[in-house]
C-alpha cells in the first residue's frame, strides 16, 4: 500500500494505529487505516491531541478522565470520541519518541512472536508486528476495555436518568393538563 503524505489529520474510526516515522533528522507519523495509509509530518502524540481536540476535549483532560474512571495513571488509554468508539491506548510512554498508539476498536487478536514483539492482527484481516511485550499489549487492551466499559456504563445511566426524568415531567404536565380540564368543564358548565 502506497503511503500519500498530508498537512493535517485527524483520527476517525477508520483510523487503526498511528506509528513514529524516521524521515530524515524528524520524527513522523505513519497512519495506518483500514484501506489507506498516510504520513504525516507530525509526531504520533501531536496527531493524539489534536484529535482530542478536534473531538472537544484537551488530551490532559482525556488523561485525568481515564484516571477518575479507571485510576490508571500511567500509559493511559485514551477516550478520542467515545460517541464514535474512538479508544486509543499507547505501547509505551507517550513521551518516548518510540511510542504507538494503536485503536482498541480495530484489535482483532494478538500473538507472541518473541519476548519482546507482538503480532497484531485487525478487524480488516491484515497483521502488524509491534516491538512491545505480548503482556504488556494485553495489559493495555484490557486498561482500554475498563475504560470503555466504564463510559458507557456512565453515560448509560445518564440516559436512564434522563428518560426518568423526562417521563415524570410527562406526567405531570399530563396531571396538570387533567386538572385544567377538570377546571374548565366545572366553569363552563350552565
Same mark, same amino acid.
Given at each position: 500500500?502506497? +503511503?500519500?503524505?498530508?498537512? /493535517?489529520?485527524?483520527?476517525?474510526?477508520?483510523?487503526?494505529?498511528?506509528?513514529? #516515522?524516521?524521515?530524515? &533528522?524528524?520524527?513522523?507519523?505513519?497512519?495506518?487505516?483500514?484501506n489507506?495509509?498516510? *504520513?504525516?509530518?507530525?509526531?504520533?502524540?501531536?496527531?493524539?491531541k489534536?484529535?482530542?481536540? %478536534?473531538?472537544?476535549?484537551? #488530551?490532559?483532560?482525556?488523561?485525568?478522565? &481515564?484516571k +477518575? !474512571?479507571?485510576?490508571?495513571?500511567?500509559?493511559?488509554?485514551?477516550?478520542?470520541?467515545? &460517541?464514535? =468508539?474512538?479508544?486509543?491506548?499507547?505501547? &509505551?510512554?507517550?513521551?518516548?519518541?518510540?511510542?504507538?498508539?494503536?485503536? @482498541?476498536e @480495530?484489535?482483532?487478536? @494478538?500473538?507472541?512472536t518473541?519476548? /519482546?514483539?507482538t *503480532?497484531?492482527? =485487525?478487524?480488516?484481516?491484515?497483521?502488524y508486528?509491534?516491538?512491545?511485550?505480548?503482556?504488556?499489549? /494485553?495489559? +493495555?487492551? !484490557?486498561r482500554?476495555? *475498563? !475504560?470503555?466499559?466504564? *463510559?458507557?456504563? $456512565?453515560?448509560? @445511566?445518564?440516559? $436512564?436518568?434522563?428518560f %426518568?426524568?423526562?417521563?415524570?415531567?410527562?406526567?405531570e404536565?399530563? /396531571?396538570?393538563?387533567?386538572?385544567?380540564? +377538570?377546571?374548565?368543564?366545572? $366553569?363552563? $358548565?350552565g
Amino acid at each position: 500500500m502506497r +503511503q500519500r503524505q498530508i498537512e /493535517e489529520y485527524e483520527i476517525n474510526p477508520c483510523t487503526m494505529f498511528i506509528k513514529p #516515522f524516521v524521515y530524515g &533528522t524528524k520524527v513522523y507519523s505513519q497512519i495506518v487505516e483500514v484501506n489507506d495509509e498516510y *504520513l504525516s509530518p507530525f509526531k504520533p502524540i501531536e496527531i493524539i491531541k489534536k484529535s482530542c481536540e %478536534y473531538f472537544g476535549s484537551s #488530551f490532559e483532560g482525556r488523561k485525568e478522565g &481515564t484516571k +477518575q !474512571l479507571i485510576g490508571i495513571t500511567h500509559k493511559v488509554p485514551i477516550a478520542i470520541d467515545p &460517541t464514535n =468508539f474512538i479508544y486509543f491506548f499507547p505501547t &509505551t510512554s507517550p513521551n518516548r519518541p518510540e511510542c504507538i498508539w494503536i485503536s @482498541h476498536e @480495530h484489535v482483532l487478536h @494478538h500473538n507472541r512472536t518473541s519476548t /519482546e514483539d507482538t *503480532l497484531v492482527t =485487525f478487524q480488516n484481516k491484515h497483521s502488524y508486528p509491534f516491538p512491545v511485550s505480548y503482556s504488556s499489549f /494485553e495489559n +493495555q487492551l !484490557l486498561r482500554t476495555a *475498563l !475504560l470503555r466499559t466504564k *463510559l458507557m456504563q $456512565r453515560i448509560e @445511566h445518564m440516559e $436512564r436518568k434522563s428518560f %426518568y426524568f423526562q417521563k415524570s415531567k410527562m406526567m405531570e404536565a399530563s /396531571e396538570q393538563h387533567r386538572e385544567y380540564g +377538570q377546571f374548565f368543564d366545572y $366553569r363552563n $358548565r350552565g
